[in-house]
């Protein structure tokens, strides 16, 4: 079996980790000036988030998921890599002496802890956590909310995915692995989804959409938490219910979320949510967003090509 790209490296016990891409992965872990002067941006950035929430009434709070390079060092087999250069441990350090230190929401040390646990806490061939990392995090963000996680949440059904991942698709042959998939989704509705995730859907390609998804869930159930998240956030979040959108649909009486590291600040006025969330990979650190977001633009792209189909 070999590597076909340099993107991904093969470590212990068939565990796959993202090393390269347009990201860059591992370069982010070096003791660099391009790296810190990205992190001071990335901390003036949340630092002015706080503050223009703040100034609309919204609490805002930040996290980022960590890459499996951050969190599962100990299964490398021989990539030289420090986790102590992790931009995700970095970046909260900075912000722990930061106006905003209550805006973040730090994963890293959560889920080092629990490292050794049993269903592991990402998937070994995909650059995703497995639903088990997803509800760590999840308790650990409605933690920093102020929220309770409903009681029978661990109870919902699900159902065993065998396929190939993100990353086993890049080895020659590829590799496979089941995932485990919980059917969070019982008390909350999509009330809405923009003109592009209708598209997708209706072209079966729900698979292919990212920037730009846009969907909001109502709950009435009586056990959630009677305010309103936004939600802005990357695949670990999803627009489909099977990671943080889910668990915190199901938690909540209104959830918005919009695929996108950028905010739209017209949008946050305009709903005025009780909370602001926002969720990126850790990878995607090596960008910092302008928050010049158009949330209505975005959700229109697409819709006239499917127009033509119909």
Not at 24 to 44: F, G, N, T
Not at 66 to 89: H, M, N, Q, T, V
Not at 230 to 251: R, W
Not at 285 to 307: K, N
Request: hydrophobic share 40%; glycine share 6%; proline share 7%.
């Amino acid at each position: 079996m070999r590597d076909s790209t340099d993107m991904v490296h093969l470590g212990r016990d068939g565990w796959l980790f993202l090393t390269g891409g347009t990201n860059r992965v591992r370069q982010q872990y070096r003791a660099s000036l391009p790296v810190a002067w990205r992190l001071w941006r990335w901390r003036r950035l949340i630092e002015a988030r706080t503050a223009t929430a703040a100034a609309l009434g919204v609490r805002a709070f930040h996290v980022v998921v960590p890459e499996k390079l951050s969190i599962y060092d100990d299964r490398l087999d021989g990539l030289p890599l420090d986790p102590a250069l992790s931009p995700a441990r970095r970046l909260g350090a900075r912000l722990a002496r930061s106006p905003a230190a209550r805006a973040w929401i730090d994963l890293v040390g959560p889920l080092r802890a629990a490292r050794d646990a049993e269903p592991p806490l990402y998937l070994r061939t995909d650059t995703h956590w497995s639903q088990e990392g997803c509800r760590l995090a999840y308790g650990e963000i409605m933690r920093a909310l102020g929220a309770v996680p409903p009681p029978d949440l661990a109870t919902r059904p699900f159902h065993d995915h065998d396929g190939v991942l993100d990353l086993g698709a890049k080895l020659d042959p590829p590799r496979r692995e089941t995932m485990r998939v919980y059917e969070v989704q019982r008390d909350a509705v999509r009330t809405y989804a923009n003109p592009l995730v209708e598209a997708h859907e209706a072209r079966g390609t729900a698979a292919d959409l990212h920037v730009g998804a846009h969907v909001v869930f109502r709950n009435d159930s009586p056990a959630a938490d009677p305010r309103t998240l936004m939600l802005f956030g990357d695949s670990c979040s999803h627009f489909h219910p099977i990671f943080l959108t889910g668990l915190l649909a199901e938690s909540f009486r209104e959830l918005h979320f919009v695929w996108s590291a950028s905010l739209d600040w017209s949008y946050v006025e305009r709903v005025r949510p009780h909370l602001l969330l926002v969720e990126v990979a850790e990878r995607f650190l090596a960008r910092v967003p302008t928050d010049r977001f158009d949330v209505a633009a975005e959700g229109a792209r697409g819709v006239e090509g499917r127009e033509r189909e119909i």
